[in-house]
């Protein structure tokens, strides 16, 4: 088979599924992407918290969940990652690194890419490893919710990332903020630190800040600058 013909199959395939699954629960979702696509698919994480991890393990132990370490993380994200291999043993964690360390894009764009043009770091520290890396598998499954942003706000189930080339599944794409903490507490669930200390949304140290209570969630990303997201979703 071709590649253009295994990509016309996953496309048509990704189609019928966003019909067929537009109000699918999460674990029907989940169940959908891991009897279809086995060890061919890929489980997205910043760490954040382990929600989706638990999810997906519970039908699949043994999944790649990918990191994308764009060498700016808290310590706190860090420590998150590597607890996750201790709660859920046989997950593989995927670590998806620039082509650049900090100090050879310092070097090459100058220092603080970061705050002269967000949109570029982002692109190179995150946007490409994760086009690499998801170039060998056939589905990745992400816990984007509509609620996270205006730009997530439609959000489907199941469709096809013509971006990067795959099938893409959100399985928790409805769930609102008391959905996801009522699940998180439930089942105590791993959690970034941070989260505790002022930061709902957490990305890079140096574009995430700390939210005043009441405020948007993801006000601290980027603040003050129009930019809203990374461009891996959007």
Known sequence: MTTATRTEELKALAERASAELADATAEEAIRWAVERFGDDLIVASNMQDAVLIDLVTKIKSDVDVLFLETGYHFAETIGT?????????????????????????????????????????????????????????????TGVRRVDAPTRANTPIVTWDERNGLVKVNPIAAWTDEEFDGYLHEHGILQNPLVAEGYPSIGCAPCTAKVAPGADPRSGRWAGKAKTECGLHA
């Not at 291999?85 to 070097?107: F, G, K, L, M, W």
């Not at 603080?112 to 086009?131: A, I, M, T």
């Open 81 to 141: 990652r590597d607890a996750v291999t201790t709660v859920y043993p046989d997950v593989r964690i995927v670590n998806a690194y620039p082509e650049q360390s900090v100090a050879e894009q310092d070097a090459e764009y100058g220092p603080r890419l970061h705050e002269r043009d967000p949109n570029q770091c982002c692109f190179l520290r995150k946007v490409v490893p994760l086009r690499r890396t998801l170039a060998g598998y056939s589905c990745w499954i």
